[in-house]
């Protein structure tokens, strides 16, 4: 089982940015999907982005435009690039992973966008 460590979570203010970066344990080149899910509080686990072994994206309506997702193969990371983030943004946010049969997340970050 991969252990996947985000960081890069905190405090910002509105129109801020952030840079969420996963890194795993082992090589992340066997997995098919990596991305991004969050939770607020009171609410379930959204999805946010993912990115494919074949570098295909996909984003939710609601960061489209504002989050980039990207990967680093040589260093087993997955980023999420968060400009123009909004109070509605606040969520720790988890990475996932995931391959037949296999699903892995991190233990996640927490994001606070607050004036």
């Known amino acids: 089982q991969v252990q996947l460590v985000e960081s890069g979570g905190g405090l910002v203010q509105p129109g801020g940015s952030l840079r969420l970066s996963c890194a795993a344990s082992t090589s992340i080149s066997s997995y098919v999907l990596m991305g991004w899910y969050r939770q607020a509080p009171g609410k379930e686990r959204e999805f946010v982005a993912h990115?494919?072994?074949?570098?295909?994206?996909n984003y939710a309506d609601s960061v489209k435009s504002r989050f980039t997702i990207s990967r680093d193969s040589a260093k087993n990371t997955v980023y999420l690039q968060m400009n123009s983030l909004k109070p509605e943004d606040t969520a720790i946010y988890y990475c996932n992973v995931r391959k037949p049969k296999v699903t892995d997340w991190g233990q996640g970050t927490q994001v606070t966008v607050s004036s």
């Open positions: 990115i494919t072994s074949a570098g295909s994206i």
